[in-house]
């Protein structure tokens, strides 16, 4: 079988169209995994971040006209218990068939 036979099979079974429209529905949503990943990753390091890095560096949370704006001491261990379980938490539900898989594997697809 030549090279431009075995081109011309593939362009006509429906099995290839159908995984190229499936790559490109997938692109937008995979897109936006991403933005939404790199954003809760953001929030989530800077809640962990937050206590270090006033207490260590000095260094404050906002500083708008000259005015430097720090978070109390007592939000600390809030701040951190909130990073850690949103970033926990967004990873259990970024991706529902992992543990749909685990818990019943037959009726997930």
Not at 6 to 28: N, V
Not at 30 to 51: C, D, E, K, N, W
Not at 80 to 91: D, F, K, P, S, V
Request: aromatic letters at 16%; proline letters at 6%.
């Amino acid at each position: 079988m030549k090279w431009f036979d075995r081109i011309k099979i593939q362009l006509r079974d429906k099995h290839s169209w159908l995984a190229i429209l499936y790559l490109l529905l997938q692109f937008p949503l995979g897109v936006i995994y991403f933005y939404l990943t790199i954003i809760v990753l953001i929030f989530s390091l800077s809640g962990i971040a937050i206590p270090i890095l006033q207490d260590v560096f000095n260094l404050p949370v906002g500083n708008i006209d000259g005015v430097f704006y720090y978070v109390p001491g007592q939000a600390y261990p809030l701040l951190i218990i909130a990073g850690i379980l949103l970033w926990t938490g967004y990873m259990h539900l970024e991706n529902p068939s992992v543990s749909c898989m685990e818990v019943m594997p037959r009726q997930c697809w």
